[in-house]
């Protein structure tokens, strides 16, 4: 079955710290790109992070840059998503995916092949 599945969210003090994984299956995942989204209650999805296939790029949005830190285990499938200094503001539901979108330094960087598959998502909430 192709999936990928999200796991690592939770209740987080602000200020705190939290790592997000995304577990593939299905497909050559070494083939992918893998994006990292988040949509907040009453906002529109956003991307937040990117990784190519090999590992070698990496691509953050102008609002978490610093903060998160993405990177990539292929032989075990699985990307992660570090987040730290955790704030209110990024209370939101959090998607893998096979694609990347996002705005980082004024520009769009988008990444996509045929196969466009999302995650179920993972909530993060972050108390104060």
């Known amino acids: 079955e192709v999936q990928l599945v999200e796991s690592g969210g939770g209740l987080v003090q602000a200020g705190g710290s939290l790592t997000l994984s995304c577990a593939v299956s299905g497909f050559t995942f070494n083939d992918y790109a893998i994006g990292w989204f988040r949509q907040a209650p009453g906002k529109e999805r956003e991307g937040v992070s990117c990784i190519t296939s090999s590992g070698a790029t990496t691509y953050y949005a102008d609002s978490v840059k610093d903060r998160f830190t993405i990177s990539r285990d292929n032989a075990k499938n699985t990307v992660y998503l570090q987040i730290d200094s955790l704030n209110a503001e990024d209370t939101a539901v959090y998607y893998c995916?096979?694609?990347?979108?996002?705005?980082?330094?004024?520009?769009?960087?988008?990444?996509?092949?045929?196969?466009?598959?999302w995650g179920q998502g993972t909530l993060v909430t972050v108390s104060s």
């Open positions: 995916a096979t694609k990347c979108d996002l705005m980082a330094t004024g520009q769009r960087y988008e990444l996509y092949r045929d196969l466009e598959i």
